[in-house]
């Protein structure tokens, strides 16, 4: 009931105490075990990990790209030793560290130099240059016999120091290989091990030239090496399938897993004190065993070298070939229909031989395949079967011949000859090597994909529920076709689905729920069909989503705050659909989240400053709805590759740190309450609209003894001055926001306006909006005053415009006439608007003119407003018209 699948990157036990270990795991923390059992010491990535040789109550452990942290009592608090903020590098995903094996006070830490300690973690200096040009350190060993020597390894990059890491040289690689672990002998520190890739090699001469020997290893991956200080030179080998063995006996290498089933090794380690050999897997938790012993009796196990556990085998024959077993004197062979089984083969003693041809194969399945040394001491145990597929035998035949019929397969230019009996040939299907459907790649998108299924087989209808029997299925692209209908609800039966791409088609109805219950999905494209209604709320059943679309539906109603569960998730677009209510903060804390498109909705609400949380986002697209409040100064703390906010209702001002984004793809167009409605590219050009340099409101009304109540009906309007004003627009009406007296006007530079007769016994409220060339004000307040039933007196016979210009006669009817006072002026442009601020009429007097008239027959009776420009100073005056 309680599987050990834990993930590990790194382990490490006590040299001293056989029960004290600690491990990082992937998603899982750093877990260590004492006598009492396993517990949690760190959260998070568990990285690299040590125990101090010298003194096991110091203990080491690490999050991801560098953060490294000690304890002092095995495990019970951790403190920061180094990170890159200390060293302003970065550190590779699982940022390496070792102790010296001699002077146990001396530690190395690999970021993109390598750094040093002297004092066991507490203080650490840099002792190399970027050895590789920015690249990271992958791993680093200290000679064990001579700690003088140290290699440093990045994946592509060997360097070795001679000297404690005074100096540093590269030396050769094997060609053409990525590095994953190097060993040095315990007795020469000349001696070198590497796994690379798929392979194995060893140095003889401190690098300089290398010799494969794969022997027969199979062709995986390989993952770490260990070499025993013994006499026969015992070398262990990790690798994607478990362990191997050889020493300088042997001439190959042979298996070594003693009961650990078949799994990616993570890091193997040696505690020569207590004769362990102990291995952090990635998927089965950890293992030991006892290190291998020459003279121990019994011969290890074998397995099969072809054909390769999980093959498919078509023939009526097949050549079974083993590893050979050094002490081994005959082997036995067993196979049988189940584990254990030995109705097929029982027995077969085969005698000293490492191959056997089985003919005349009858059996149609799946086979286990036992092979059992034995010599005079008896036989080798806790053996694991090999497995193997025989005959023409595919279970997912028949739903795969189902499926082409309901999909029209006959018009397909891609038929499927169903006479073939291995499926893997039919187009677009992929097998795994039990002969089970995990891939169905029937994509009718035009492309370059090599997975492009050919224009013309346009597959139609619905998906039939025979797509439910595909139960190994991980991938489903059928995007870019004509299906329709609903999803079947048996899709929920394909537990291992990983990736599910169903965009571009007729889809219709709700969201379907049958996909919440795939837990482990990670694409998820349902774009451009006509699903419409609400989406479910339960996206913690999907940790590793990584990438959600659903895009050009008819989804509605509010975005589920569950959507913040999607933890993994790089690319989420939920753009052209119709998602109404707030954006919710979840999303900012979504540090995987790179790229988020929520734009052509209905979205409400503020955008939050939490946004800056939102480490990895570099994508962000709200075009297109009902966005409102401030722009948010974190905005500009972030690099974007591109930010498009444009033709919402953000108002206000840019925050003066978004200059930090110019020159980078920004969009506010379209907000109309933003300066310039949302030109970013003035702001960045000319600082239009910077909040620091916009001018603030006016503090009030300032009439004559600050009376506001009762003033007489035809009063100037007055207001407080503002310093970096450049002019003001007034605005007067009857109700809150109203225009009825005074539609916005630009009444220049003044702090008054005679705004014409107003309405009697009247609140008037006021809006004034200060402006100057950087943008007009924001947010300001609106003003009242009220009007009695009487008036400041008649209006005057003759207007003046400061010194220099007189107008009249004041009500005036078919002419009116300009004077200049003085010869001074040198230009006068004289403008006459109707109280909404339209122009009626222009008129210009030269600099040898000092008298002009004015013909205002044309005007209709009422107020109007003369603006006066003289000499680019501006004044305004009411004119009555009769």
């Known amino acids: 009931d309680y599987l050990s699948i834990t993930q590990y990157y790194k382990i490490s036990s006590a040299a001293n105490t056989p029960d004290l270990i600690i491990g990082g795991s992937q998603d899982n923390g750093s877990h260590m075990m ?80 390598v750094w040093k300690s002297s004092d066991k973690g507490d203080n ?123 020493d300088n006996t042997m001439t190959d290498w042979i298996p070594f897993n003693d009961g650990m089933p078949p799994v990616r090794i993570g890091e193997l380690e040696i505690n020569k004190q207590f004769g362990k050999l102990r291995a952090g897997t990635f998927g089965r938790g950890m293992w030991q065993t006892d290190l291998y012993d020459l003279n121990s009796g019994l011969p290890l196990c074998t397995n099969l070298i072809s054909p390769v556990t999980g093959s498919k085998i078509l023939e009526e024959s097949v050549k079974l070939k083993w590893r050979k077993i050094n002490n081994a004197e005959g082997y036995i062979i067993i196979i049988g229909s189940e584990k254990g089984g030995n109705d097929i083969i029982d027995s077969l003693d085969v ?96 492309d370059n994909s090599p997975s492009y299924f050919s224009t013309g087989n346009n597959l139609s209808g619905e998906i039939d529920s025979v797509i439910g029997q595909l139960e190994f299925l991980k991938s489903l692209y059928l995007s870019g076709n004509s299906l329709k209908g609903k999803i079947p609800s048996n899709i929920s039966k394909l537990t291992g689905l990983q990736n599910l791409d169903l965009s571009n088609n007729d889809f219709s109805g709700e969201f379907p729920d049958e996909l919440i219950s795939l837990n482990k999905l990670r694409y998820l494209n349902l774009s451009g069909n006509k699903f419409s209604g609400a989406i479910s709320s339960s996206f913690n059943n999907w940790p590793d989503m990584s990438d959600f679309n659903l895009s050009n539906n008819n989804f509605s109603g509010e975005i589920p705050v569950s959507i913040g569960t999607l933890k993994n998730a790089w690319n989420i677009d939920l753009s052209n659909n119709s998602f109404s209510g707030s954006l919710p903060f979840q999303l900012w804390f979504l540090k995987s989240l790179a790229v988020l498109d929520l734009s052509n909705n209905e979205l409400t609400g503020k955008l939050s400053r939490q946004i800056s949380h939102a480490n990895s986002l570099a994508y962000l697209n709200l075009r297109n ?103 003001y627009y007034l605005q007067l009406g009857t109700t809150s926001q109203g225009n009825d007296v005074l539609n916005k006007f630009d009444v220049g530079n003044v702090t008054s306006f005679d705004a014409g007769d107003l309405p009697l016994n009247s609140t008037i409220y006021v809006n004034l909006t200060p402006y100057n060339k950087y943008g007009n004000a924001y947010d300001c307040g609106e003003f009242i005053f009220t009007t009695a039933d009487f008036r400041t007196g008649i209006e005057n016979d003759t207007l003046n415009f400061g010194k220099f210009v007189e107008m009249f006669p004041n009500p005036a009817k078919d002419f009116i006439f300009i004077k200049k006072l003085s010869g001074d002026v040198n230009s006068l442009d004289i403008t006459i608007l109707d109280v909404t601020g339209k122009l009626i009429e222009h008129e210009m007097i030269e600099r040898n003119e000092f008298e002009k008239i004015v013909n205002i027959s044309m005007l209709k009776s009422g107020v109007y407003f003369v603006k006066m420009n003289i000499d680019n100073s501006i004044y305004y005056k009411k004119l009555i018209v009769q």
Not at 402 to 407: D, T
Not at 436 to 442: E, G, K, N, P
Request: glycine share 10%; net charge negative.
């Open 351 to 446: 005698g000293n031989v490492t191959s056997y041809n089985w003919e005349n194969i009858e059996y149609e399945g799946k086979v286990f395949i036992e092979i059992i040394p034995y010599n005079s001491n008896g036989y080798a145990s806790s053996c694991l079967s090999d497995i193997l597929y025989v005959g023409c035998f595919f279970e997912d035949k028949i739903a795969l011949i189902e499926f082409y019929k309901k999909a029209g397969g006959e018009f397909w230019k891609n038929k499927w000859d169903t006479t073939n009996c291995d499926i893997s040939k039919w187009y677009g299907v992929k097998t795994n090597g039990e002969g089970r459907v995990i891939s169905l790649d029937l994509d009718g998108n035009v």
């Open 124 to 246: 650490w200096e840099k002792i190399s240059g970027s050895l590789n040009d920015g690249e990271t350190i992958r791993g680093i060993t200290v000679a064990p016999s001579n700690n003088n020597y140290i290699y440093v390894y990045y994946l592509n990059k060997i360097f070795k120091s001679t000297d404690k890491g005074s100096n540093w040289d590269e030396i050769n690689k094997p060609n053409g290989n990525t590095i994953r672990e190097i060993a040095v002998s315990p007795r020469n520190e000349n001696k070198l091990w590497v796994v690379a890739n798929n392979d194995v090699f060893i140095s003889e001469d401190g690098g300089n030239n290398w010799v494969k020997i794969d022997g027969t290893l199979p062709k995986v991956p390989m993952t770490s090496v260990v070499v025993q200080n013994n006499d026969i030179e015992s070398v262990y080998l990790g690798s994607y399938i478990g362990v191997f063995y050889t």
């Open 625 to 727: 709805n009902n966005i409102s409040n401030k722009i948010p100064e974190s905005l500009g703390d972030k690099t974007w590759e591109s930010l498009d906010l444009s033709f919402n209702d953000l108002e206000g001002c840019f925050p003066d740190n978004l200059k930090n984004l110019c020159g980078q793809t920004i969009n506010f167009i379209g907000n109309t309450k933003l300066p310039g409605n949302g030109n970013f590219s003035a702001f960045c050009s000319s600082d239009k609209g910077m909040c620091s340099k916009l001018p603030e409101c006016s503090i009030g009304l300032n009439f004559e003894n600050g009376k506001t109540d009762s003033l007489p009906y035809d009063t100037p309007v007055r207001w407080s001055p503002v310093e970096n004003a450049e002019g």
């Open 34 to 113: 004492d006598i009492t059992g396993w517990f949690r010491v760190m959260g998070g990535d568990g990285m690299d990990c040590l125990i101090d040789y010298s003194n096991s109550n110091n203990v080491f452990a690490s999050y991801q790209q560098g953060y490294l942290r000690k304890s002092t009592n095995r495990g019970s608090n951790f403190h920061d030793m180094i990170n890159p903020s200390i060293t302003n590098e970065s550190g590779a995903w699982v940022t390496p560290f070792v102790m010296d094996p001699i002077e146990p006070d001396i530690m190395y830490a690999g970021f993109e130099s």
